[in-house]
């Protein structure tokens, strides 16, 4: 899933559809592979950053996210340069993942049913 930026983008989506096509057919089974486990390992292909953070690896890419229950949610990405996450990348994550949160427990958000019933 794409975690969007509440200003109608997907940086994590654009992010993905710019690479390469067998960088992103790459990262399409690390997703389909990580979302069937519970606990992830492959520490060649996904990092835990910290911070309710992790990362996907492909080859000189991160795709950067957060885990909503089982679901993964990408919130951006970029070229790696450094072994360590940049602390400007885990602060960009953690603002779009309480941006995330945010509006989910809005009341806007909930069933169109709900509402209706009133």
Same mark, same amino acid.
């Given at each position: 899933m794409w975690c969007g930026d509440g200003k109608g983008a997907f940086p994590g989506r654009?992010?993905?559809l710019a690479l390469q096509p067998v960088?992103?057919?790459k990262f399409t089974a690390s997703f389909i %592979?990580?979302?069937n486990e519970w606990e992830w390992h492959n520490v060649d292909r996904y990092r835990d950053e910290g911070d309710g953070i992790c990362a996907? %690896?492909?080859h000189g890419h991160r795709l950067v996210?957060?885990?909503d229950g089982r679901d993964v949610l990408i919130t951006h990405g970029y070229a790696k340069k450094t072994e %360590?996450?940049?602390k400007r990348e885990l602060a960009r994550a953690v603002a779009l993942r309480s941006l995330y949160t945010e509006l989910k427990a809005s009341p806007c958000? %909930?069933?169109k049913g709900d509402a209706e019933e009133n």
């Open positions: 654009e992010y993905f960088d992103r057919s %592979k990580r979302t996907f %690896k492909i996210g957060f885990r %360590k996450m940049p958000q %909930k069933d």
